[in-house]
């Protein structure tokens, strides 16, 4: 009798503990490193998207909306997908910005994209999401 009681409260303990500790949270993919440092409280406007040779090109703004300036070097990310639905991700890049941002400014970006794997201009709807402002380590 001792011995199912035992198991009985174990198994719960180590599921939960594998679960837990033997696996990584999971994430939304982001095209820099991990180790990047994430600039919060940037607000983020995508004004234009199209097609440029082989070449999908964003062009937006992005406004910071906190409570302390943004140093340069400092970069916006995005990922391309193919259209609205957001479910067949093509891929992602990034862009540097060289100005400083103190709260309240906004200024503008440009993000473009090509891949070696698919043939980008099959996708003239294609969308972009997942935009952050970084500083690279």
């Known amino acids: 009798m001792k011995r199912l009681w ?16 033997g696996c990584e949270p999971i994430t939304e993919s982001t095209v820099g490193s ?17 097609v440029s040779g082989s070449s999908l090109v964003a062009k937006g703004r992005v406004t910071n909306s906190g409570y302390s300036a943004v140093s340069p070097p400092w970069y916006v990310e995005a990922q391309f997908y193919t259209d609205a639905s957001y479910s067949t991700k093509l891929g992602g890049n990034y862009t540097s910005i060289s100005v ?14 090509s891949s070696q794997n698919v043939d980008v201009r099959s996708y003239p709807g294609f969308k972009v999401k997942d935009l952050r402002a970084i500083y690279k380590k």
Not at 100 to 113: D, E, K, M, V, Y
């Open 6 to 21: 035992t198991t009985s409260w174990s198994f719960p303990i180590t599921l939960s503990l594998f679960l837990s500790c």
């Open 34 to 50: 991990p180790s990047d440092t994430q600039v919060y409280n940037m607000t983020f406007q995508v004004d234009t998207t199209y």
């Open 100 to 113: 400083p941002l103190s709260p309240g400014q906004a200024t503008f970006w440009t993000i473009s994209f």
